[in-house]
């Protein structure tokens, strides 16, 4: 299995660009999450899609960020305007849910760095 | 709310020496919990999980980790550090209410001197 892909692996683009991040979950798992890694504020989950459907956005930061599913092997994270402040790595994981939310491990994609000039 | 934390940025080790890297954990109930692994410029590697079975968990590359109730602890320990042990670590819980979720430690970077 390839793991999880994410593309591109840096991007950098000028403050109020529309900037899209990609993701290709592992073949057969039913959840997606996708991360945000910055030093003053750490690793923080974003949102997290069970079964292509979008179950917790808690994490998204503001309405300028949006992601959707279209389908089990595809996942976008759009920002738009982007600003400074958004630079960041965004990390793209999945993983295999049960009906009965058990635990199990989620795999991490390498990343995209995200520079906002 | 949940919240763990990570005590010491930073850990510097002799090669061969053992590893302790400490976990605290902020919960009435007994979580989830995860140690994670993290290489320069790659996504993050899981070395190991507590999910209410044994208390003493062990992982990859000999990492083991103790889960103790009346310390809300959770260290990570390994008996003799390699340099490829060198990379970023994190402490992670899951609330047994929505498992999916993973709030994690501040990371701790372990330093291996030969």
């Known amino acids: ?117 | 709310a949940q919240s763990v934390t990570q005590l010491g940025s930073h850990v510097s080790v002799s090669e061969g020496a053992l590893v302790l890297l400490r976990c605290n954990y902020s919960s009435s109930v007994p979580p989830y919990l995860f140690w994670y692994v993290q290489y320069p410029n790659q996504g993050l590697q899981l070395l190991l999980k507590y999910t209410s079975a044994a208390t003493l968990v062990k992982g990859i590359n000999d990492f083991e980790a103790e889960f103790k109730k009346s310390e809300t602890s959770f260290h990570l320990t390994k008996p003799s550090a390699h340099m490829s042990d060198a990379a970023e670590y994190f402490c992670a819980v899951s609330p047994m209410d929505s498992s999916y979720k993973l709030i994690f430690g501040s990371g701790t970077r372990l330093l291996v001197r030969p």
């Open chain 1, 1 to 117: 299995d390839a793991g999880v892909i994410q593309s591109p692996r840096h991007e950098v683009t000028e403050m109020g660009q529309e900037v899209t991040l990609r993701c290709k979950p592992i073949s057969g798992h039913n959840s997606l999450f996708w991360y945000r890694q910055t030093m003053m504020r750490g690793l923080e989950l974003l949102i997290y899609f069970n079964n292509n459907v979008p179950i917790d956005d808690s994490g998204m930061p503001e309405d300028r960020f949006s992601a959707k599913m279209p389908n089990a092997s595809f996942s976008t994270l759009k920002i738009q305007p982007s600003e400074p402040r958004d630079s960041a790595v965004y990390f793209c994981a999945s993983s295999l849910v049960g009906e009965t939310g058990g635990v199990d491990e989620q795999y991490f994609g390498p990343g995209t760095r995200l520079t906002v000039t």
